[in-house]
């Protein structure tokens, strides 16, 4: 199998029973800077910001050819594996011969409800892992975080393969709106599009038990750098816009009234910016005002300009860059936020219910996670929410809070995740996969530092 384009990714498909989610992932898919050396090996497709492929590089199998991750989801995961070992019973471990009972016991009652075939060789030798999940686990993870797993994964850009679930659409919109909420509570209140891009990479990697040990160092950095368009696309519009998706109650014109670019507890640097200089470009609905604050281009030494709206000026464009200039330009924006008791009560309302019920039980709260949802139209659904939220603020350390919960949920997950990958992979499959992780992780870290222009000595 030559896999260069998003068709012969899919051509995977065609060699297992059918699935109702499918899509790509990771390193192998995704361009990430300096992890493989392009003259050996490139990923299979590097997605623009609409995550559409954009110059497809075939790629010859070899030992430096990264493998192809997949997570498909079905809608019963016993009768898939049994069709699955069947037809390719060479891409299970010796789990297999204890029946799909085994496989999927092993996955819901000792991982987090996903199952890794690894290690597999298709036609032509390429190698690819693929997980195979419960849709409505999936759905499930999307809504609440409970594990942040396949949510994690999903808050990054992927190459959606197949797609016959509907409402996978609108939990994975639920997931990235979290996601953005999140990363505003954890940055302080004026903060770069880099910086508000990185945090939510980070989120699910935060408390990961294979961060440092089999996992690359600079892999949230890579990750930003190779997908940059795809990330913009996905986050921009939800703190640019003027009507974002977020609906917490209440809009930033709303909150305090008078002028718009006072922003409360906010520091007093923006209220340097706050003249003709600078503009209000929305509230993406989160009931926060946003600001651009006008930084230097490095490129062309010319100050950003912010005008009405999401519409962004700036003179002297110069460069290969062929997204639109209003892109381009909030993509190099620095932003401001509020940061009174009332935002951060609304952003924390928009947390998913598993994450929010860890926040209200390290404040002493003992609480049923549908005592912390919302409805569709953002509606409380119990007052609960209300008193959780506001002794979380009350405490002044949201952000400790918060923190704290995506990485108790993030350790407990991965490392539950990586016992039943043990467990499932079989000893030889094992060995071998964390032996390939160590060293992707070992050439991330030189790389790393060959670019930073260090010197590695050799013991004498």
Same mark, same amino acid.
């Given at each position: ?59 010859? %199998? ?30 299970? !471990? ?9 496989? =999927? ?39 609440t975080w409970r594990h942040l797993y396949v949510a994690g994964r999903l ?37 770069? =599009? ?7 990479? =980070? ?90 604050? %006008? ?26 860059? !062929? ?8 993509a190099n924006a620095q932003w401001a936020q509020r940061a009174d008791a009332? =935002? ?75 016992? !039943? ?40």
């Amino acid at each position: 199998m030559q896999v260069g384009t998003a068709s012969a990714l899919r051509a995977v498909l065609s060699h297992l029973p059918p699935v109702q989610h499918a899509f790509a992932y990771g390193s192998g898919v995704l361009h990430q800077p300096g992890l493989y050396m392009p003259e050996r090996s490139k990923p299979a497709i590097q997605l623009d910001g609409n995550c559409e492929q954009t110059n497809p590089q075939p790629t010859s %199998p070899s030992s430096s050819t990264p493998m192809i991750d997949y997570i498909l989801s079905v809608d019963d995961p016993l009768k898939w594996h049994m069709l699955n070992i069947q037809k390719n019973p060479e891409h299970y !471990s010796w789990v297999a011969k204890l029946g799909p009972g085994a496989i =999927t016991g092993i996955a819901d009652h000792v991982g987090v409800g996903i199952h890794f075939n690894t290690l597999v060789r298709m036609q032509g030798g390429q190698m690819i892992k693929y997980g195979v999940t419960r849709t409505s686990l999936l759905l499930d993870d999307l809504h609440t975080w409970r594990h942040l797993y396949v949510a994690g994964r999903l808050q990054k850009p992927v190459l959606t393969l197949a797609s016959c679930v509907k409402e996978v659409e609108a939990a994975q919109a639920a997931n990235q709106r979290a996601a953005a909420a999140a990363a505003l509570l954890l940055l302080p209140p004026i903060f770069t =599009t880099k910086d508000f891009l990185t945090k939510i990479v =980070t989120l699910s990697y935060s408390g990961d038990v294979r961060m440092g040990i089999a996992e690359d160092p600079r892999k949230v950095e890579r990750i930003v750098q190779g997908s940059r368009p795809a990330l913009d696309d996905m986050y921009l519009p939800l703190i640019s816009e003027p009507h974002g998706p977020f609906q917490p109650g209440i809009r930033g014109a709303e909150l305090g009234g008078g002028d718009r670019h006072s922003i409360p507890g906010a520091p007093s640097d923006i209220d340097r910016h706050s003249s003709g200089e600078q503009n209000i470009i929305g509230d993406g609905g989160l009931g926060i005002s946003m600001h651009s604050i %006008p930084v230097q281009n490095t490129a062309n030494s010319q100050d950003l300009k912010i005008i009405s709206g999401v519409h962004v000026e700036r003179e002297g464009v110069q460069g290969q860059d !062929s997204s639109p200039p209003e892109r381009r330009d909030l993509a190099n924006a620095q932003w401001a936020q509020r940061a009174d008791a009332h =935002t951060q009560g609304e952003l924390l309302k928009c947390l998913p219910p598993a994450l929010l019920t860890r926040v209200a039980y390290k404040l002493g709260f003992q609480v049923p996670e549908s005592h912390l949802q919302q409805n569709q139209s953002g509606v409380l659904i119990h007052d609960t929410l209300d008193d959780i939220t506001n002794a979380a603020v009350r405490s002044g350390q949201v952000q400790q809070l918060v923190a704290q919960a995506l990485a108790e949920t993030v350790r407990a997950s991965s490392a539950s995740q990586a016992l !039943s990958g043990l467990l499932a992979a079989g000893g030889g499959k094992a060995v071998q996969y964390f032996g390939s992780k160590v060293a992707k992780a070992v050439r991330g870290a030189f790389q790393g530092a060959w670019a930073s222009g260090l010197t590695i000595k050799r013991p004498p």
